[in-house]
């Protein structure tokens, strides 16, 4: 089959869905079919070139195609670049002879939705606003990363038949490099003589971030917290205000296998305030952290438990500085508890490729 991917996305990105849409292409082109995935053109401070920043193969194309470059004008400068870059993705696509036209965008689908029926919609989040609703309706099927996110569109009238879940994935390949933990810590500048717990991601309020700043201070000085992510002027901030948090700041996705090989164990804390993290999303960082043969700490919640359970995790109540710091000293007390369950989760990891992915998804385009 031929794969036209449209992504409304600034590529290469720091944020994870530049990671997921690159894998996914990658994966989609690894099980047999010829891909392009289309992008707007936009200024990027992120100068490598996006097979390199990824560390994917380059076995599709990527197409760029003009847009208004207005995101850095708030909300409205960003209605106006997703406008016009739907607008010029449906006239390359309308006329394009294609198999499967697949997005994470429902703008642009919902354009083509008039002059094509072979279109797929991948949601990630609980959207139900006028161009969701009528673009459900017409398009041939949709993906959904959760069964919490299945369920929502369910009860908003989307035929079951419809909808496959397909949760977020990992390249196991990626992990398959043994690094030494020293070598690695020295590489980083963190200690070499102390446990240390480590998350990597963003710092949005959702992500439940707040949640480990003050798990921090409830820490004997043996463990030391580590974090991996957020924007240059919030992690000034944050290193002023939780100096006994080790603040490394944004690095590439190329170099996160070494970087969570310095960690004794990983960080997941997803907050329960919020409807996405607590019922809809499926974080990449989860699918990273199983295969690092890494033990994990991560909120319980509905989202988090359709991948992680007892047996692969310990699970403590979101939103809780002290749940966190428990699980924490727990997990690094107990040797027997900590290799039980990175080695479970390593297991379970194997069901969760890209390659995996992408042939389920395609099986489903294949009963449309």
């Not at 869905?17 to 990027?44: S, T, Y």
């Not at 002059?115 to 139900?128: L, V």
């Not at 000034?236 to 205000?241: D, H």
Request: glycine residues 6%; charged residues 25%.
């Amino acid at each position: 089959m031929k794969i036209l991917y449209i992504a409304n996305v600034r590529l290469p990105t720091e944020k994870a869905h530049g990671a997921q849409i690159m894998k996914m292409c990658e994966a989609f082109a690894d099980v047999g079919h010829k891909v392009e995935l289309i992008v707007p053109w936009r200024f990027n401070w992120i100068k490598t070139e996006p097979f390199e920043y990824y560390g994917v193969k380059k076995n599709f194309k990527i197409i760029r195609l003009p847009s208004l470059d207005l995101v850095k004008f708030g909300r409205v400068g960003f209605l106006m670049q997703s406008a016009s870059f739907a607008g010029v993705a449906n006239l390359y696509t309308v006329f394009k002879k294609t198999d499967i036209v697949y997005s994470r965008d429902e703008l642009p689908l919902f354009y083509l939705s008039f002059f094509k029926k072979n279109i797929f919609w991948e949601t990630h989040e609980n959207r139900g606003n006028i161009i969701v609703k009528a673009l459900v309706k017409k398009c041939a099927g949709v993906v959904s990363i959760t069964e919490g996110l299945k369920n929502f569109y369910i009860k908003n009238g989307v035929d079951s038949k419809k909808i496959i879940v397909a949760p977020d994935a990992i390249d196991i390949v990626d992990f398959s490099k043994k690094y030494i933990q020293v070598d690695v810590r020295r590489k980083l500048g963190l200690s070499t003589g102390k446990k240390i717990v480590l998350y990597a991601g963003r710092l949005d309020g959702w992500k439940g971030a707040d949640t480990l700043f003050e798990a921090s201070k409830l820490l004997p000085d043996e463990i030391q917290m580590v974090i991996i992510g957020g924007e240059t002027k919030q992690v000034t901030c944050l290193k002023k205000e939780y100096p006994r948090i080790i603040f490394l700041g944004f690095r590439p996705y190329r170099e996160l296998a070494e970087n969570l090989a310095a960690a004794d164990a990983l960080l997941l804390p997803n907050t329960g305030k919020n409807e996405i993290s607590a019922r809809f999303t499926s974080p990449l960082k989860l699918f990273a952290y199983m295969a690092s043969k890494k033990p994990i700490i991560a909120s319980n919640l509905p989202s988090i438990r359709e991948i992680l359970n007892e047996s692969n995790a310990v699970l403590v109540e979101p939103d809780s500085p002290r749940a966190f710091s428990e699980g924490i000293k727990k997990v690094l007390q107990n040797k027997d508890l900590a290799d039980r369950i990175k080695r479970q989760a390593l297991i379970d990891a194997q069901d969760y490729t890209w390659q995996k992915r992408a042939g389920k998804i395609c099986e489903f385009f294949l009963t449309k």
